[in-house]
């Protein structure tokens, strides 16, 4: 089996200001990344409603639907931005994210990529923010859980940024285990390590600034891997930010590609070890074009590793 690469061109419709971060030229650097990769493509469908409405209330849904503009941009937050075909993206995503989650546990893949923008982890229950406006992942293990049955699926997320929006959706949910290292004090100042869930199904790793791979990969050893490793899932989702590279603009750690094809390489042993090595990964952040795409290349090709060995 191969690893799958989901993805699609109304990605590239959510437009955003000029001079904005989370720009469309964030997917031609990835695509451009993975062009000569031996990945399966797939297209990202959009999401069924109601595997959204798991995560997402219809208010919510219906409020940002009315909110989209014509023309231009609407503010939802004075980060979030909305083009007219910021929703389709948006819905793409979550579906892409779904998709991957159904061709893994089928036994169509192995493990699969989905390349998509907007993100995902920033947005809670009902409120859009951090350029996020549906949470992916999020929705990928709830569908993991209701539609094929599963009893355990772990969440982790080495986006610079804790995922406050994964962490709101699935807190209360003991049958998910979310983990997210990143950088603090950081926007958007939530992921504190006395956050820790209903059932202790929380793990977050705050990060100081300036931190480097080896202090990264010895916290990730002693906080996150023993943790998912105890916790013994199903189905591993990862969510791939890639701002915590030392070139990015937005954040101050210190990793470079090697350290995401680390932690990895360390989600896949671990998935092999624990769940047929089912992962499933979702594109979340990194805003500078040239180290994203060194380090999407990086992180897929130990995928695709572990796909075909």
């Known amino acids: 089996m191969k690893t799958v690469l989901i993805t699609h061109e109304d ?40 595997d959204v409405l798991r995560c997402h209330p219809v208010d919510y849904l219906d409020a940002l639907e009315k909110a989209a503009p014509e023309e231009g941009w609407v503010s939802l937050d004075a980060d979030t931005h909305m083009s007219r075909g910021s929703l389709a993206a948006a819905w793409r995503g979550a579906g892409g994210a779904v998709r991957a989650v159904d061709m893994v546990l089928g036994g169509e893949a192995r493990n699969a990529f989905v390349a998509m923008r907007p ?37 982790v997320d080495f986006d610079v940024h804790h995922g406050n929006g994964t962490q709101d959706l699935v807190e209360s949910d003991p049958r ?76 101050g750690l210190s990793l470079v590609e090697g350290d995401f094809a680390w932690i990895t390489e360390a989600l896949c ?21 040239e180290a994203l795409g060194r380090s999407a290349a990086a992180h897929v090709t130990v995928l695709m590793e572990h796909a075909n060995g």
């Open 119 to 155: 993100p995902g982890h920033h947005a809670e229950t009902a409120t859009a923010m951090g350029f996020c406006f549906l949470g992916n992942v999020a929705i990928a293990a709830k569908h993991a859980l209701e539609h094929h049955g599963l009893s355990r699926v772990a969440i």
């Open 269 to 289: 042993d671990l998935a092999a070890d624990l769940c047929h090595g089912r992962v499933v990964s979702c594109l979340e952040g990194g805003y500078d074009l």
């Open 11 to 50: 990605c590239l419709d959510h437009v955003t200001p000029p001079g904005h971060p989370e720009q469309v030229a964030r997917m031609d650097a990835v695509w451009r990344a993975l062009d000569g990769l031996d990945l399966t493509r797939v297209t990202a469908p959009m999401a069924a409603r109601d």
């Open 176 to 251: 998910i285990l979310f983990c997210s290292t990143h950088q603090s004090p950081l926007y958007p100042g939530t992921g504190a390590a006395s956050e820790t869930g209903v059932a202790d199904n929380v793990v977050n790793v705050p990060l100081p600034e300036g931190t480097k791979g080896a202090a990264f990969r010895a916290e990730v050893e002693a906080k996150v891997l023993t943790r998912v490793a105890d916790f013994a899932p199903e189905l591993i989702l990862i969510s791939a930010g890639f701002d915590a590279h030392a070139d990015d603009p937005l954040a």
